[in-house]
């Protein structure tokens, strides 16, 4: 075949694939090109690439040596262009990988590019910093003659300052930096005003913080005083005390415990004690400080019937999941130093747990109820294990209770001859649909996908002792402090979620039959080797991310089938995953 009807046929694959006619994935046509600029001055800078033959569902992505892949911007104006903008450049070579990847997050096709930056402005003082306003010092490799050295905080909007001369560097002082990062614009200036060169500086400031961790009251009088300091640098720093009643008051440079944890002991006086805590430098030069009051009182002793407990959570359940909350008190020891533990006296070895504070006096924990009546020991300990009161509880769990209105099936919503009242139960039992504030199943709903993370969670009884909701888990969606990302971190950790391939997870997007096929049988760790080994559905799709998981439950009866299709993109209702996970019982335990 001859060059030219080459070129033909090939303007006419792409014209056809452009069009839609031919799938983008289906042909290797898929191309990367770099736009930007390969040497910079600015460390500032925005990587630009042409992406041909992005799939519909996939992605352009970026990472640099080190990273991981994060998702680029398509450009308003030129849709077949990418972006990556406020990229940080080190001095020299650096290498950038680009590729184009498909809604499975495989690789279509991927090129390294290397960008060159050469600086002519240099940090000479500390990129990081605790010091507010903030005097900086540059060197700067070449200024024209007659010319001027500047800078200007962040914005378009603010003033041009000229930096002073200071031996070989030039320098000057900001107004107060705001926490974390602050970009410093800096440019030299020809004798007629006109910019010669420009970049950007980036600074981070860390504010100077101290927190007493150690306890503000003492029956002893050789005290632990522990403090956690925050600031730029602090292992170069000294974080010391004084006692300011001491006859002498004398600064003590106090023992790291850690990265940010410093500790020393010290003689306490009779009543009250004003202590100085500071952050300094090297020469002794106070950076920071901060004062603690410490009361002791030697005549204090703490008996067994100071210490008080009190149970806070239910006495009856219908759920076998049931959170243990107690309140403890002390006279003195307030709030508690000590441990608070419980056991449940019934099981074969029963051992003392911990439970977690909830606040000054608040303390919780998870335990799995037996049916009937559970007796609960709960006790106030030394670090030592030493027992200073006690208390016992009687717990009765009876999944026969039910909620006011509600039939024989556990939910107001469901008639006592609800064909899958024995999902239902089950489901109840597991902990996984306890029904709403009005008692209600609603089994027609949809399942959101962080709620689709929280069911598999509770259903494998996964240990979340590990995860909290502060953070975003590393979805550019999702939101700190929000009741579903400790469920969100830990199916994440254990491979049930990745997200889709733009960075986002899709908190309150319903989750459809598909997606949950695969979450359950990741959950499960099913091996789905050879699940598809025959023809279980007209619209299981090959090569798909979901096709295995879906051999896999409808093979085993464990997701039904309407008129013997799968349906990947329906909705998963509430009483669909009921009904699968009653089906799938042998993989839980009540």
Not at 237 to 258: D, E, N
């Amino acid at each position: 075949m001859s060059k030219k009807l080459l070129k033909v046929v090939a303007s006419g694959l792409t014209a056809l694939m452009l069009a839609g006619v031919l799938p983008l994935t289906g042909l290797a046509f898929s191309t990367l090109n770099l736009v930007s600029a390969t040497a910079v001055t600015q460390s500032i800078y925005t990587l630009e690439v042409q992406a041909v033959g992005v799939p519909a569902d996939g992605a352009v992505q970026y990472r640099t040596q080190t990273g991981s892949w994060a998702a680029m911007t398509q450009d308003s104006g030129q849709t077949d262009h990418y972006l990556a903008s406020d990229l940080t450049l080190a001095e020299g070579d650096n290498l950038y990988t680009v590729r184009i990847a498909d809604v499975a997050a495989s690789t279509l096709v991927q090129s390294d590019y290397t960008v060159a930056y050469t600086a002519n402005f240099h940090l000479v003082s500390d990129a990081t910093t605790s010091m507010s306003p903030y005097t900086f010092l540059v060197d700067v490799d070449s200024v024209p003659f007659l010319g001027k050295v500047q800078y200007r905080s962040a914005g378009l909007l603010a003033l041009w300052i000229d930096m002073a001369k200071d031996g070989a560097n030039y320098t000057a002082t900001t107004s107060s930096l705001n926490d974390g990062v602050n970009h410093l614009a800096v440019r030299t200036l020809y004798a007629n005003g006109t910019v010669a060169s420009e970049d950007t500086m980036t600074v981070n400031y860390i504010p100077y913080e101290l927190a007493l961790t150690s306890a503000t009251s003492s029956t002893l009088s050789t005290y632990p005083l522990t403090v956690t300091a925050t600031a730029a640098n602090l292992a170069d720093k000294l974080v010391q005390f004084r006692v300011t009643s001491a006859i002498v008051p004398t600064w003590i440079t106090m023992t790291a415990q850690g990265n940010d944890s410093f500790t020393h002991d010290l003689n306490l006086a009779e009543g009250a004690n004003t202590i100085e805590v500071r952050i300094a430098d090297n020469n002794g030069t106070e950076l920071f400080k901060a004062n603690y009051t410490i009361t002791y009182h030697q005549s204090v002793t703490l008996p067994l019937d100071t210490y008080t407990l009190e149970l806070t959570s239910a006495t009856t359940s219908s759920v076998a999941t049931y959170l243990l909350a107690v309140k403890a008190t002390a006279e003195y020891d307030n709030p508690i130093s000590k441990l608070v533990q419980f056991r449940v006296t019934s099981a074969i070895v029963p051992t003392w747990i911990t439970m977690t504070a909830q606040g000054n006096d608040s303390f919780t924990h998870d335990l799995n109820l037996a049916e009937g009546a559970n007796t609960i020991e709960v006790r106030i300990a030394e670090q030592d294990a030493t027992e200073l009161v006690k208390a016992n509880y009687t717990i009765t769990y009876n999944r026969s209770i039910v909620l006011p209105g509600d039939p024989t099936c556990v939910h107001n919503d469901l008639p006592e001859t609800y064909q899958y009242c024995d999902a239902i139960h089950f489901n109840y039992d597991l902990g996984t649909f306890t029904g709403d504030g009005n008692g209600n199943f609603r089994g027609s709903d949809g399942v959101l996908r962080a709620e689709a993370a929280k069911i598999l969670n509770v259903a494998k009884k996964v240990n979340l002792s590990a995860y909290t909701n502060t953070g975003n888990g590393g979805f550019s969606d999702t939101i700190a402090g929000s009741w579903y990302m400790k469920y969100l971190k830990a199916s994440k950790d254990n491979g049930v979620i990745t997200g889709y391939p733009n960075g986002t997870f899709g908190p309150s997007n319903t989750v459809i039959r598909a997606e949950f096929a695969v979450m359950v049988t990741r959950a499960l760790g099913i091996n789905l080797d050879g699940a598809c080994d025959a023809d279980y559905a007209s619209d299981i799709a090959a090569d798909t991310y979901w096709e295995t998981s879906a051999c896999y439950l409808v093979k085993n009866n464990y997701l039904n089938l309407a008129n013997g299709k799968f349906n990947p993109t329906e909705p998963m209702t509430r009483e669909d995953i009921a009904r699968m996970l009653f089906a799938m019982e042998s993989h839980f335990t009540l």
